[in-house]
Nanobody, 118 residues
Framework: QVQLVESGGGLVQPGGSLRLSCAAS????????MGWYRQAPGKQRELVAL???????NYAHSVKGRFTISRDSAKNTVYLQMNSLKPEDTAVYYC????????????WGQGTQVTVSS
């Protein structure tokens, strides 16, 4: 069982920055894909950023160049640095851990609210 706890959300003005953190309950980065997803009101949950077991990253087109996913294996923590925030980035952000080779191999955090507004 993997537990994920997000933190770092809040209210920020357009153009501002926030850093989200996701603390995992164990050393899983070598075997799990770690991702950040978001869900805005009335919309489907969407992938924002992904980092795989060897550190390769992938981003949604809408955040490329503004957001950066990273991890600290010593702290079992994944980060999402969000810069140049826009009102359309407003959503609940969820941390995700996925290993397709084990069962269950999919875990979600509880989510953290990010609101971009003046």
């Amino acid at each position: 069982q993997v537990q994920l706890v997000e933190s770092g959300g809040g209210l920020v003005q357009p153009g501002g920055s926030l850093r989200l953190s996701c603390a995992a309950s164990g050393s899983i980065f070598s075997t799990y894909f770690m991702g950040w997803y978001r869900q805005a009101p009335g919309k489907q949950r969407e992938l924002v950023a992904l980092i795989n077991s060897v550190g390769n990253t992938n981003y949604a087109h809408s955040v490329k160049g503004r957001f950066t996913i990273s991890r600290d294996s010593a702290k079992n923590t994944v980060y999402l640095q969000m810069n140049s925030l826009k009102p359309e980035d407003t959503a609940v952000y969820y941390c995700n851990a996925h290993n397709p080779l084990v069962s269950p191999g999919l875990y979600w955090g509880q989510g953290t609210q990010v609101t971009v507004s003046s």
